[in-house]
């Protein structure tokens, strides 16, 4: 097999990769507090790392990639709403929920009072105070006030303040479903983060970038599909006047 045809290949499989990523990117970018995701690659050699001396290894082998992703976490731009249970945070930090996966980090700040009254996440998860409990709130008066600190006041009683926490190795968050993300591994650190009540984070995709990505990466696929075609169609001609029979 000729070794430029592997070269092509890994090209095709690494601008799919990409343009996975970015098509998720473009499919998130009105949700709510997303954070957009980027791609890595790492070139190595299988072969020679396994020290068989196999004679095609630094051809065959060379350029296979190993592709991964890699979440951008920076702020948002915050939108006001005028909504009393929207609340966004300004700076580094994650509110924390409860899920029946374990405690997962969010920056999405769309709250609803449950039934008991319990501050929710709007899939019905707990929102988390600092004592590592639900905070729960008068069903019967749904108006509450949130302090820059992340306090909760309803009325003249404190009711409880959020758990906003920030980690040392955001790179090691997992990311999850409903846009949040597993906090294990991460070690914890204080939450830099003020509470703004009635707004919310916006989506950190970037439309005209995401959407030049998107152009860029289908030339450079298509170009890699003509690479690996001509490579074939020689390799084709080359099989029929060699092999076949004269």
């Keep these: 097999m000729d070794p430029a045809y592997y070269v092509a ?29 980027k791609s890595f690659f790492a070139i190595f050699n299988k072969a020679a790392q396994e020290g068989r001396g196999l004679p095609l290894s630094g051809y065959v082998n060379d350029g296979t990639v190993f592709a991964s992703r890699g979440t951008d976490f920076s702020q948002g731009t915050l ?32 709250f609803i009072l449950g039934k008991g009254g319990e501050l929710q996440a709007l899939d019905g998860s707990p929102v988390l105070g600092k004592n590592g409990q639900p905070i729960v709130l008068d069903p019967a008066d749904p108006t509450f006030n949130v302090l820059p600190d992340g306090t909760i006041n309803q009325g003249q009683e404190a009711k409880g303040q959020l758990d906003i926490r920030d980690f040392t190795q955001l790179d090691a968050l997992q ?44 030339r450079l696929f298509e170009m890699s599909m003509k690479v690996a075609s001509t490579i074939t169609n020689d390799l084709d001609s080359r099989s029929i006047s060699d092999v076949a029979p004269r």
């Design 9 to 37: 290949a890994g090209s095709l499989k690494a601008r799919s990769f990409q343009l996975d990523v970015v098509s998720n990117n473009l499919a998130n970018m009105s949700t709510v507090a997303y954070k957009p995701e």
């Design 79 to 110: 939108k006001s709403t005028g909504r009393n249970m929207d609340v966004a945070l300004d700076g580094t930090g994650f509110f924390m929920v409860r899920t029946p996966q374990g405690d997962q980090a969010t920056r999405d700040g769309r």
């Design 175 to 218: 990311r999850m479903g409903n846009n949040r993300f597993d906090p294990a591994g991460s070690p914890t650190k204080a939450g830099t983060a003020t509470v703004v009540q009635g707004s919310l984070e916006q989506s950190g995709v970037d439309m005209a970038t995401a959407m030049i990505d998107m152009i860029r990466l289908n």
